[in-house]
Each structure stands twice: as C-alpha cells, then as structure tokens.
C-alpha cells in the first residue's frame, strides 16, 4: 500500500443551528449552495484538487441525507481501493456509547481509523464553509517551518472580527496569542477552522485533552491553547480569496449571489479547480420565448417562462409565465407558478408556490421599518397557497393556505 | 416484466458515413445531441430505464471517442461484476477484408458476445435514431403476442439511408417488406429496432452465414416475411433517423420547438457522462428566448431558438440565432450566428457574421476557428 503522508479530517457533525428549517433534516455541510452543490462539495473537492486522496468525514447530526449523498466518493474521485473517502459516525465501545462531545474528541474517537494510515500530517477540516483553497501549499508551508500546527488565516473586516476566533502573528508567521470571540479585537486575522498537525504530536495532545476532565475537548478552546501552553510550534497560513461561514440565512443567501456578483474572487467555472458535486440527472434547461433571465445561475432540467432576475435556481426548477423571481434562491424541483412572486427568499425543495402568491419583500418597500426586513425562508415539501404572502423574515415549514 | 432476461445490442456505427460532417472523428453513436447527450446515450438509458443489465456496443470505425464518452459504463449504472456494458470492436475474421461492412456482417463479428450470454431475448438497436423509448411496453408486446420478430416503425417520410425497410401490414403483422423502395411518399418504415429470440437470432444469422448472404434487411429479414411472423409495433413517440446534417439541424430544432417536452420524460431519464460544469450563468444584458441550455454556460449576448451544449460562451453583443453549438465552443463580442452547426471547441472571433439557411445549416467542423 502507498504511504499517506496526509490524510483530512472533515468535521461535517454541525447541526447549523441558525439556518433554522433549513437544516431540520439534514447536517449544515449538506445544506444545498451554488444552484447544483452542497456546502461540504467545497472541502472535499480542495481535498482531491489538492492530492489528499483519504478523507475521513465526522458526521453526527441527521446523518442520513449526507452519508448518501457522500456514498463510496465517486463524485470526488474519492472511491480509491487504498484510502478515499470513509464516513465517520459515532459508534457504541465496551466501555460505553460516546457522542462526540467535541471536535477534538470527535478525531480522538477516531484515533484508530487514523492510525490504520499511519500519515505524518493530519488535516483538520471544517465542513461548514464556501472557499477553494490548495491544501497542498500550507501542507509545504507547514513542513517549512517544521510546525507542530499550521492554522489557516484569513483577514478580516475590522467591525466582523469579533465574531471570530483572533490570532496574533509575528513577523515569522508564527503566532503568539490567540483571541476566541473577543467583544473589542485588537487583531483582524481570523482562524478559517483549517489545521493542519503532525500526526504524532496531534495523537498526544488528543489523548492528554481526553484525560483532562475540565477540557471542552475543542479544537480552538482547548487543543490548541495547550499546544500553545507547552511552547509547541504554531504558525499561521495567510489565505487571500473568497472564504465564506454559511452558518446564517443572511450569509447563505449573499454566499448564493456572490456567484453572480463579478467583483467577488469566487469562479466556479475554473476547470484547473473544480468543485465536484453528485449531479441530477436532468436534460439541459430550457428558457421559452415568455422569459427574461438576466443577471442569474440556472441548472439543469429548469424550465423557464417567467422573469428570473439576481437568482439562483436548482435543477428542475420551474418558473411559469408571469412569475417572477428575484434576488432569490430557489433549490431542486420547486416550481413557481403564474403571476407568483418570489423575492429576497430561500425557497427550499419540491415546494409549490400557487398562483398569485408572494414570498419575501424587498428592503425599499420596508424602508420606514428595516429592523424588520430579513430574507424569507420556505422550507421543503410545502404549498404556499393562492395569493397567499410570506412576509419578511419569516420562515415557513408548513403548508400556508390561499384562496380557495 | 423488467426487461432482466433480455440482452442488449447497439449499432454505434450506423451510418457513420452518411452524416459524415460530424462522423469524420467520430461514430455516429458519439454525435453530440441535445444540449449535452452523445446520440449512444438514448438508447442505452432507454435499455437501463426497462431492466436490461447486459449491453453490448457494436463498433466500427473511428470509435475513440465512443470509448472515452462510454468509460466503464458507469454512468448508466452498467458497470457491473457481472454482465454491464461492453464496448464491441470490429471483429474481422481472417481473410475477410475489412470487418463490420454491413449489419449482417457485424452480427456476424458479434455471434461469439451473443452467445456467451444466457439471456432469452435480444434487444437491437440503431444508435442513430433520437427517441425516448418504453422499451419494457416493447418486449412485454412481443412475448404476448408471440411473434418471431417485432421491428419498431413509424409512418412517414423514410429516411434517406441505405437499407431501410418499409413495411405493408396487416393489423400487426408485416405482410410485405421493402428494402431501399425507391418512393418519396409517407411509409411505414423500420426505426431498426428489433426483439427477438436469441436463438432465433443465432440460426437467422448462422444460416445466412452458410448460405453466403451479405445483408441482414434483405436476406434475413424480408427473405423470411412468409415463413416467420414479423410483427410491426409503431411508434407514436418523438423518433427521427438522424440521415444527415439536415436532418440533425432540423431534429435539433424541433426540440426547441416544443419536441424537448416529448423527447425528455421524467420517467424515462437520459444518463450521460458527467462533466462537473458549474450551472449556467446568465450575465447582466443576457436575452435568451426559446433556448435548450446546458449547464456550465456563460450567455452575455443574445440566444434565440437555439441549443447550446455544455461550457459554451456567448459574449456580450454576440448574437445566436437558430443555431446548435456544441460543447465549449466561444462566440467572441458582437458575433452573430444564424442557422449554423458549430461541432465542439469552436471559436468565432469578434465582429463575425456566418449565417446558413433553414434547409441547409452551416457546419463548422470541431476545433476550428473563424
């Protein structure tokens, strides 16, 4: 067998939480994004891009959608005789049945698994986040300066730091301080949750943070700090380009429409970096002499007669004629119908929006009241009845009744 | 009955030479059609879509890009432990000079596949005929109505190819076959698609072997219209003989037209390889009307009453119009299309205007550039 210098850990556990019906069924990294992928198509299509053939993938929350959506890797080119893809779940042990209580426990619990590899470096991987980055370059880096653990960094926005994991870097790329979440950052240089260790080192710090009673067993609360504390070698990666958290309705939406904004560093057309995903099978979309779409992605087995202006639409969306879409997100196999409006919404799978309806509302219409304005979210499987509205921010999983 | 027990053969060279623009670096089975299938594609997701599990593709020439389009058959979900799909090279027997020449010819080269396999019945096809098929609804008639051999047709203009046969029926039973009829007018006429029983195909085949025939519609098929009950089953569904780049243009069009809503059914999905393009990207400025478009395309321009196939660029102020452009190809700013077949990677430099006619499209062939 050849020798796995690294291998990646893909922590796709997350329930994302604050993507509300859009996640009740299914973990955040299978949350559909880009109008024919899924969030966790990202990091595993940088692994493969970036010569990491065996990835170890940590599931945990509604499970169900993602295992079969990841299935033997074939889409990734991850079905390898030796390696590829493996889904991780928690498993029941003669001491007892452990959840993962932590993202670093979650690879402690899988200790064996990486073990069976024997790789040198062990990428660490989170499975929530839109970005094409070459691991294959911070692994070089990492080797470079002969790292115990190389965090990738990204800078940030001075007035959203604070949302972030902070780091303070000297002028050799190592870091001297780490800031979780500070209310007033003194630094911009935020942590992506992309590691990469030296297996050897990780392994011991992993078992020394499960025997420590008082540990969160977490990778950036617990983990780190104490490689921090014992004078380990950490250095941080400067990443330069689109990089993405789609943990909110808000930032999954302009995630979505950043594919159509050409200023924003994010081309999925570059077939020297390919993001990989499980396509529908579906004929080409076709666009009728009654539409007009500006300005929009549109997949496969669509078929179009209304207007389609600042949207995304997923396979086998339907738009009929004198409906309309805009600044809106539409996934697989949801049809919108006559005379219809669809604006500043997530309208979820086979959903039907009836005749006349209306769903979302755009800020200037609300401009006297805007701390009430918010993207409208339909959930899957629902009918949004006859000139029924959906307001503003609201978030729909139910059928909501029209005229009769 | 799922369609288990019946083996599956496509001819992926039918023809090759009469649509020979678009067959000179390929087989006719690996013409590029409909916005992002090879023609291969339909009738062997048809096979796939009613249970078949066993294919074998019959070859000719030029078949490298079959094989890359085909790999290992995954995509149609026939690549298998067991049976699955095999790609079938010419098989040319000592002393023969040259191999697969006519049909019976390559049956001939394929008698070794076919009777390997333990199925019952044998499915064949024309890869050069664009239909979505029930091929279950097909085998189930035959098996109850106990005919030796049932050969899908359609009324109408009968292709301009060789060797196609023409029917007169009696209810369902062909009473009078035609081979070559020289008339223009409407007639029943063989979409080259056959059921019947491998064994009676194995002694059809051997006995015009023995007997030193060369042509399979004429000395297999209407040699025996009396001692064998041959069976007509029409066809009323989307089907067209692709004979030629007219008739490819205008099949083309006709699924623009409305024909994409018969030729692509739910349930009867069409696989084809896959190719990782992101959705189609219709920039600010885009008009698009009536238009069959593929994924991993980027339209700035205009698209009117046109297929675009997969990764195909049509640049701001480029106008296509009543066209088919294949995968990849790059219309550059202010270029206008009307009524022409770009093959695939082609690139239309700024500023051009090529135009064809309705009867007669302009084809630019593969990897050209204007």
């Known amino acids: 067998m050849k020798k796995t210098e690294c291998l990646a850990m893909l922590l796709a556990g997350g329930q994302g939480s604050r993507l509300g019906i859009l996640t009740k069924h299914i973990a955040k990294p299978a949350v559909p994004y880009g109008g024919k992928y899924r969030i966790i198509d990202f990091p595993l299509s940088n692994c493969i891009n970036s010569g990491i053939d065996t990835v170890g993938v940590l599931t945990q929350y509604q499970p169900l959608e993602l295992n079969d959506y990841i299935g033997n890797g074939e889409a990734w080119d991850l079905d390898r005789r030796d390696g590829g893809v493996h889904v991780l779940s928690p498993y029941q042990q003669i001491k007892g049945t452990d959840w993962y209580k932590g993202t670093a426990n979650a690879i402690y619990q899988n200790i064996n698994f990486i073990d069976r590899y024997n790789p040198e470096y062990v990428a660490v991987l989170s499975g929530d986040h839109i970005y094409k980055m070459d691991y294959a370059k911070m692994l070089a880096y990492h080797k470079e300066k002969d790292a115990a653990c190389t965090i990738a960094m990204l800078e940030v926005p001075w007035e959203e730091a604070s949302r972030f994991g902070l780091m303070f870097v000297n002028n050799d790329g190592s870091i001297s301080e780490f800031e979780e979440k500070p209310k007033k950052p003194r630094s911009n240089k935020a942590s992506m949750g992309v590691y990469i260790f030296t297996w050897k080192k990780l392994r011991q710090y992993l078992i020394d943070d499960e025997n420590n009673p008082n540990s969160g067993n977490d990778f950036g609360h617990d983990v780190i700090p104490a490689m921090h504390a014992a004078g380990e070698r950490l250095f941080a990666y400067q990443f330069d380009g689109y990089w993405k958290d789609v943990g909110t309705i808000d930032s999954l939406w302009e995630a979505n429409l950043d594919l159509l904004n050409p200023r924003v560093d994010l081309d999925l057309s570059d077939s020297a970096w390919k993001i990989y995903s499980k396509s529908a099978v579906a004929p080409p979309h076709f666009i009728s002499d009654k539409a007009a779409v500006e300005n929009s992605m549109i997949s496969e087995g669509c078929d179009i007669s209304g207007t389609v202006d600042y949207s995304v639409l997923f396979s086998n969306v339907t738009v009929e004629e004198g409906a309309t879409v805009r600044y809106s997100i539409v996934m697989p196999c949801t049809t919108v119908k006559a005379g219809a409006v669809v604006e500043y919404a997530i309208i979820a799978e086979n959903t039907v929006i009836e005749t006349g309806a209306h769903v979302g509302n755009s800020p200037e219409e609300m401009k006297d009241h805007l701390e009430d304005w918010g993207i409208a979210v339909v959930g899957e499987n629902i009918t949004i009845g006859k000139n029924a509205a959906v307001c503003a921010k609201q978030m729909v999983d139910t059928d909501v009744k029209g005229e009769a | ?370």
């Open chain 2, 1 to 370: 009955m799922r369609a288990s027990n019946v083996l599956g053969i496509i001819y992926a060279s039918a023809y090759d030479e009469h649509i020979s623009e678009m067959t000179s670096v390929r087989a006719s089975g690996s013409i590029p059609f409909g916005g992002r299938y090879r023609l291969i594609d339909f009738p062997l997701s048809d096979m796939v879509d009613c249970g078949i599990t066993a294919v074998g593709v019959s070859t000719k020439s030029n078949y490298r890009s079959l094989m890359d389009h085909l790999g290992s058959g995954k995509p149609w979900d026939l690549s298998r432990k067991n049976e699955g799909m095999t790609i079938l090279p010419p098989f040319d027997l000592a002393g023969n000079g040259g191999a697969n020449r006519t049909r019976l010819e390559a049956l001939q080269g394929l008698m070794n596949y076919i009777s390997h396999s333990k199925k019952e019945y044998i499915l064949l096809a024309d890869a050069n005929v664009v239909a979505n098929l029930n091929y279950e609804a097909i085998i189930d008639g035959h098996i109850k109505s106990g005919a030796d051999i049932t050969i899908c047709y359609k009324h109408g203009v009968k292709p301009n190819l060789p060797n196609i046969m023409t029917f007169t029926l009696d209810g369902e039973k062909i009473t009078k076959v035609l081979v070559n009829e020289n008339d223009k007018a409407e007639k029943d006429y063989s979409l080259n698609i056959l059921v019947l029983r491998k064994a009676l195909l194995e002694r059809l085949v051997n006995a015009a072997t023995a007997a030193g025939a060369t042509d399979f519609e004429r000395d297999v098929i209407a040699a025996n219209v009396d001692t064998l009950f041959l069976r007509g089953e029409k066809i009323n569904d989307f089907a067209c003989t692709i004979d030629s780049l007219k008739t490819y243009y205008e099949v083309s069009m006709k699924l623009v037209q409305g024909g994409y809503k018969e030729l692509f059914k739910k349930d009867l999905p069409i696989y084809t390889k896959v190719r990782d393009n992101m959705p189609a990207i219709y920039g600010i400025g885009a008009k698009a009307a009536n238009s069959l478009i593929a994924d991993g395309c980027i339209i700035k321009g205009t698209v009117e009453n046109s297929i675009l196939f997969r990764g195909v660029y049509v640049a701001e102020g480029a106008v296509v119009r009543n066209s088919v452009v294949m995968q990849d190809s790059y219309i550059s700013e202010n270029s206008k299309l009307n009524c022409a077949v770009l093959d695939k990677n082609v690139v239309i430099k700024p500023n051009k205007k090529l135009s064809g006619a309705d009867t007669c499209p302009l084809y630019i062939a593969k990897d050209s550039t204007v």
